[in-house]
């Protein structure tokens, strides 16, 4: 990474695959999704601290890939660029024909009940009109996952370090831990009170330089960090439109 700068789905396979010859096309919003790598389950989509998750590999429908690079322990670096047609249809080309993405369909939900809510890799790719979901319950190849991911993330030859200009702040109150790193916090000099913020349960749009120093101090903080404010404790989270997984759209 040393070439960095800064800056209802359906999951019946189809009948075909794409050849080489094929007409690859996909929805072109920056918001749709054309193809997507990422862990799920378990329950954490209802977590707060899943508000700052960022799925392992995307392909955006505008061609931006938007990938994670974990360079140490609660130091994830968050990349992205904007690819060529030809980047995007050599990839879906490989997993669709010499993978046979589509032969593999998802069967988390075709699995017995348990207490424990399982924790699986997920792929989904919709292109050409098709939205098709895999997961690791379908009898991939050993180390499949592993393998389309890597492979996602070198779509792109010119990788830079994403840092947002604006993004959902969201807080809730915590316990004070001793066990976790705790930084003070100035509401004044910030501009936000996050004892407000958390007590009204909503988001607040926040922009430039405070979005950039919360999303370096998330990517480089355990999930479970505080910041004390008028000695109440606090969890943070900052969602970025298009490329955090559940973050709402950008304020209008």
Known sequence: LAGCRTGAVSNIPPTDDF?????????????????????????????FAARNDIAPCTVYGDNRVVWTNEVGPFNEQVLFDQVSDDAVKVFIEHLTVVDQ???YPARADLQLPSETVPVYEQIEVNVSGRSFKTD???????????????????????????EPGA?????????YDLEVPTYPWE?????????????????????????????????????????IENDRSFNIALEVPRVTRYAPPPQQ
């Open 167 to 175: 993004g959902w702040l969201s807080v809730q109150e915590v316990p």
């Open 19 to 47: 050849g080489a010859n094929s007409a690859i096309t996909w929805d072109r919003s920056p918001d749709s999704i054309t193809f997507r790598a990422e862990i799920v389950g378990g329950g954490r989509e209802n977590e």
């Open 101 to 103: 993405l589509f032969n």
């Open 136 to 162: 690791s319950f379908a009898g991939w190849p050993a180390g499949f996952y592993d393998t389309v991911v890597d492979r996602c993330r070198t779509i792109s030859q010119t990788p830079v370090l994403f």
């Open 187 to 227: 509401s004044t000099a910030a501009g936000v009170s996050l004892a407000e913020l958390a007590g009204s349960g909503e988001r607040r749009w926040i922009t430039d330089p405070l979005a950039r120093i919360l999303w370096s101090l998330v990517r480089t903080s355990p999930t479970n960090m505080q910041l």
